[in-house]
């Protein structure tokens, strides 16, 4: 046992007691919160929590600072069982009491007309919490956290307990609870009563289910149908290509081969999902290089013959198959060769080896893909805006909902509904159809067998298709890039810097160098917040990895389905979820940039804890028991010990994290503001107002920073050595001496 065993409770008090008196209780509008320091002892707005206790009238934030007293109480008993009931019951009457008082008592007084009828009305009213707030409520999580490991919880170990506490308390906070909110908006009448019935009828609205289109006569299905339809075929187009594009790198392609498609794996990562769409439209748009040559050959004349259905499917085939193509590559990869061998020395052919041991052995990777490349189609939002016509799906739907011109929060809501409920149901599908079976093929056994080759029908197949496939990804992401080099496309086709000038123009002034483009403001915006949220995401999310790989607790299994629902919640969603819930106290964010963050963090959190997983996973257990055997901490033998083995792990956390905040659109296009812009709603604004060219120059620039970005990571991370040799290669022959 520590020498000192409430010095970690005692300091945390401590913290809780500083966040009473030396920091804003409340959010500050329009500064930040250490400008107004000075005035912490007077202001119903700047003062600390004591003083807006005991001087502005709001009482209730005494309930913290009884919590903090009933805990300091608990340590002046021994450390044991009798301490935790003191620590858990101060953090927990703390909790209780601040949270309780944030949602009941907001900016108008009471936030609840029958409080307002029961107790009358307040003579004062709270705004959103701020820093001192913050530093108070992480002060008692942490407290009663610790009261639960002293109860006999996580084997007694405080950073473990604190550690679970906090990362679930985050996650309640800023996901199921934003969710929860804003898909409750579906039960609200017009009048503002909770009725089931609200929700029965804009579900059943004939709009969303109508199977009309399959009468023909050119009549569109329900937007449900339409978005389930889409996805199911994009998720088997993306899965399928991208599982014959890593069999053709990984057991047929050489070195010549493999680069291209590493890069071209490489290019959804590092830009906008609409990209595609863009460079699309300048080969089969109305005035596209296709339209333009069927008219000069054949007089045929232009239309819009590509917008709808078939231009996002091939948008989204396009966009997302290099992810299924990770994904599978990784799992080819990994296959055990002596397994394929195995089953070769049996007189089992190629075909029927591939078939009955290599194929069933990809079914995790199969999976995975197919899940990624569902829930991607169904978040996609802008393929549909840029490609999609009159063709609607319900992540536009939810758009138009909540920021056209009928403005229903309702019908939003209850649209949500539905595409979260399609994303969980591939989800547990997707995570029964696994189950506990074990795949697993790489042990700490050496294996340097060769792979076996494909047949050769399943070869020339691959060739047959990929290929001609790589040629038509290279050709659209071409004509994407050299659209913002000329004048005006489809009508004016000279060489031009007037776009990259109109967007990253830069003059030098009587006070020096000025960042005259109208883009400047938006990527220096998007590089900010994106660079303070991928530390944040690939910090939590190892920590959470840690915790599930290395830690067994009560409620494991439910943490882990928590941590890994940002996962299947579509990003349109969860931005509805950040703009419904947290636009008043006792969490008021909206039209900040830091809930652009919260949103890039939460998000994009599955990332940091599936690289962590998969890192975890290489190390043995025993490094921890040794390191806890020589009597360091938990948080020693995870900072000193297993963090310096994650380098990898973290460093493919930071930068992936980064890149997919800076590139992401259908999760953040409500939060932003005039002062937030970003990159991708920048890109967006610009297609809508039919400036191709500017549009398209943003997103060469933006392509070049995030392949500096990913050579980065790829230079300092390196590939992956697992000791096989190649096929050809000849094995090792001792000599004698």
């Known amino acids: 046992m520590s020498k000192h065993p409430n010095r970690a409770a005692a300091l945390w008090l401590a913290a809780g007691l500083a966040g009473y008196l030396l920091v804003p209780w409340y959010a500050i509008q329009d500064t930040a919160w250490y400008y107004v320091l000075p005035d912490i002892l007077g202001g119903a707005e700047t003062a600390n929590g004591l003083v807006q206790a005991l001087v502005n009238g709001r009482v209730w934030l005494l309930l913290g600072l009884l919590g903090l007293a009933v805990a300091a109480a608990g340590l002046l008993l021994p450390a044991g069982r009798r301490q935790g009931r003191w620590l ?37 009213n709270q705004f959103g919490m701020g820093m001192g707030a913050f530093i108070v409520l992480l002060s008692l999580v942490v407290i009663a956290a610790f ?5 006999g919880y996580f084997k007694g170990d405080l950073f473990v307990a604190a550690a679970v506490v906090c990362c679930a308390s985050l996650l309640a906070l800023f996901i199921a609870f934003p969710v929860a909110k804003a898909l409750s908006g579906a039960f609200l009448t017009e009048e503002g009563q909770w009725a089931l019935s609200a929700l029965f009828e804009r579900v059943a609205d004939e709009r969303i289910w109508n199977l009309n289109c399959l009468r023909g006569g050119g009549v569109q299905c329900g937007v449900a149908w339409n978005t389930l339809f889409l996805a199911l075929a994009a998720a088997f187009g993306t899965t399928l290509l991208g599982t014959m594009m890593a069999l ?7 070195p010549r081969v493999q680069a291209p498609l590493r890069v071209i794996a490489l ?6 999902p609409f990209v595609v769409g863009l460079g699309l439209i300048l080969l089969f748009g109305r005035a596209g290089i296709v339209n333009q040559f069927l008219e000069y050959a054949f007089d045929v004349t232009p239309t819009r013959w590509f917008y709808g259905v078939l231009g996002i499917l091939v948008a989204q085939l396009f966009a997302f198959t290099p992810i299924a193509f990770m994904i599978m590559r990784g799992v080819v990869q990994g296959l055990a060769p002596s397994l394929e061998e195995a089953a070769q020395i049996l007189h089992a052919d190629r075909r029927k080896t591939f078939f009955t041991v290599t194929l069933p052995l990809l079914k995790p990777g199969l999976a995975n893909a197919f899940l990624v490349g569902f829930i991607e189609s169904i978040a996609d939002f802008g393929n549909p805006i840029v490609v999609g016509g009159q063709f609607s799906v319900l992540s536009t739907d939810i758009f138009f909902a909540i920021v056209g011109a009928q403005f229903d929060q309702g019908r939003a809501a209850a649209l949500a509904w539905i595409l979260t409920v399609f994303a969980l149901a591939v989800f547990a599908l997707q995570r029964g159809l696994l189950g506990r079976q074990n795949y697993t093929t790489v042990s700490g056994k050496g294996d340097s067998g060769i792979p076996m080759p494909l047949p050769d029908g399943l070869r020339r197949t691959l060739n047959a298709v990929v290929y001609p496939w790589l040629a038509f990804t290279l050709v659209v992401y071409l004509f994407a890039f050299a659209g913002g080099f000329v004048q005006t496309w489809g009508r004016d086709y000279t060489f031009t810097l007037k776009h990259f000038q109109t967007a990253f123009g830069i003059e030098w002034g009587q006070f020096g160098l000025v960042w005259a483009g109208a883009a400047w403001n938006s990527m220096f915006t998007t590089l900010k917040l994106s660079g303070i949220s991928a530390p944040l995401t690939a910090a ?24 890994l629902l940002a996962f299947a919640i579509p990003g349109t969603v969860l931005g509805v979820s950040y703009i419904l819930a947290f636009n008043v106290p006792p969490v008021e964010l909206t039209g900040t940039g830091l809930l652009i963050v919260l949103c890039f963090l939460f998000r994009n959190l599955p990332v940091g804890v599936q690289a962590g997983t998969a890192a975890f996973k290489q190390l043995d257990k025993a490094l921890d028991e040794a390191s806890l055997m020589l009597r360091a901490s938990t948080a020693q033998t995870l900072f000193t010990v297993i963090l310096p083995l994650l380098k990898p792990a973290l460093v493919a956390a930071l930068v992936y994290s980064f890149a997919r905040a800076m590139t992401t659109v259908s999760a953040v296009i409500f939060l932003v503001t005039a002062e937030n812009e970003l990159a991708t709603t920048y890109i967006i604004g610009r297609v809508g107002n039919g400036d191709y060219g500017v549009a398209l120059a943003y997103c060469t620039v933006l392509i070049l920073v995030m392949s500096l970005i990913i050579a980065l990571i790829q230079w300092t991370v390196g590939e992956r050595k697992l000791g096989r040799r190649k096929s050809g290669a000849a094995p090792a022959v001792a000599t004698p001496a």
């Open 147 to 151: 009261g639960l490991a002293r109860l």
């Open 540 to 563: 939590i999310g190892l920590l959470i990895a840690y915790l599930l790989a290395r830690t067994d607790f009560r409620g494991r299994n439910g943490f882990e389905f928590v941590a």
């Open 248 to 254: 053709l790198a990984e057991r047929c392609a050489g």
């Open 88 to 124: 858990l019951a101060g953090g927990l009457a703390g909790l209780l009491g601040l949270g309780g008082s944030g949602f009941l008592i907001g900016a108008r007084g009471w936030s609840f007309a029958w409080l307002n009828e029961r107790f009358g009305e307040l003579a004062v």
């Open 267 to 272: 290019l959804p990562i590092i830009t906008p």
